[in-house]
């Protein structure tokens, strides 16, 4: 079993792994530089930190076990995952903004709709792998559809829409990656066109519309819903090329910033790592989403490069998400910064999907374990 290991261990991308590991140590510093102002902030970093050892643990076990077994059991871990988020519309806890999307046993949360991402690449890969021949067909891709419908339904139902955005992306990009005809894609955009404006009037709460009306303005409401676009737009800007210095950023330190240690983590970094920062940050997560591509060309089935091209998705739309709404550019929609956000769901499942890719990396030929 040791020599198992140490061979397993031995074929690991280990560039791939030290970013992973270089982002969310950053991360970890940038979240208690948020929280430490905080009533029991350092609580916060500690259990980002105990998340993230969980985080390793559980990307180690994931990278030992031959993904191809994930497979196998498909249709088992969908199972899960449709109880996970029928569970949260249960039990759940949250608020009208955030949605219920949390279960709290004691003091420990925990977000389903995180590590659901994971069991939805997982799934949907396999069943692309399935009817890859033909997806084009319309009861098979009606299928596809379902696959990612009900579990996209049940995020939205939380409601949880920031959440939901991730996995329809997920869901284009690995279809299209398997070779979707574009005329669903078109069919896709003008059901989006015609569905847009019964959303407006009769689906999107009035929080969710000011969030729009503010990221076209965010002087429409400066002390309401522009605030935080305006005020991580200013904590970026104060940082400079080098930053006002790790834990000496007034907007982070003074409590200025809203939701600084969650989803305007990347204001905290450029305000207090500067434009410098920001870039190492950008260029450590985009490594790793490049990274994620490559080893999809390189997996020896089509079931390892979906699972690859899931995860960078996931990450892809994350950052890009994140990023631009610190900077005012994409509305406000709660969706956290990946390695970097505090939450012990996030970072946990960040780690899994690294730990998936690695898997998909080593089996890539077949490991000798004489």
Request: charged fraction near 15%; proline fraction near 4%; hydrophobic fraction near 55%.
């Amino acid at each position: 079993m040791f020599q198992e290991l140490k061979k397993i261990f031995k074929a690991i991308d280990k560039w791939f792994m030290l970013a992973a590991f270089a982002a969310a140590i950053l991360g970890l510093v940038v979240v208690y530089s948020a929280t430490r102002s905080l009533d029991g902030g350092t609580r916060t970093a500690i259990i980002q930190g105990c998340a993230f050892v969980a985080g390793v643990i559980a990307m180690i076990v994931v990278m030992v076990l031959d993904y191809e077994s994930f497979g196998h059991k498909w249709t088992f871990i969908y199972a899960i995952n449709i109880m996970l988020l029928a569970v949260v519309l249960i039990l759940g806890v949250g608020d009208e903004i955030g949605g219920r999307s949390w279960i709290r046993i004691g003091p420990v949360g925990l977000q389903p709709s995180e590590l659901v991402k994971v069991g939805f690449i997982l799934t949907f890969a396999k069943h692309l792998e399935k009817v890859h021949d033909d997806m084009n067909k319309l009861l098979p891709f009606l299928g596809l559809l379902l696959h990612a419908g009900v579990l996209i339904g049940l995020v939205l139902l939380q409601p949880d829409y920031g959440t939901a955005m991730v996995y329809i992306f997920i869901f284009i990009c690995m279809v299209f990656i398997a070779g979707l005809h574009y005329r669903y894609f078109a069919i896709a955009a003008g059901g989006f066109l015609v569905f847009a404006p019964v959303a407006w009037f009769f689906v999107l709460k009035p929080y969710q519309k000011r969030r729009f009306l503010t990221f076209f303005n965010p002087e429409y409401d400066p002390s309401g819903s522009g605030y935080q676009v305006l005020q991580s737009k200013l904590a970026i800007g104060s940082g400079e090329l080098t930053g006002r210095g790790l834990y000496q950023g007034p907007q982070t330190q003074l409590n200025i910033l809203p939701a600084k240690e969650t989803d305007f983590i990347f204001a905290v970094t450029g305000e207090e790592l500067g434009f410098i920062g920001c870039v190492v940050a950008i260029c450590l997560l985009f490594f790793i989403i490049f990274r994620c591509i490559y080893i999809a060309r390189e997996a020896k089935s089509e079931y390892g490069r979906y699972i690859c091209i899931g995860v960078a998705a996931m990450f892809l739309f994350q950052v890009f998400e994140n990023v631009g709404m610190c900077m005012g550019i994409l509305p406000v929609t709660g969706i956290p910064l990946p390695f970097f956000s505090a939450g012990g769901s996030s970072i946990l499942t960040s780690m899994i999907a690294i730990g998936l890719v690695t898997n998909i990396w080593i089996r890539r030929k077949t490991l000798n374990f004489a």
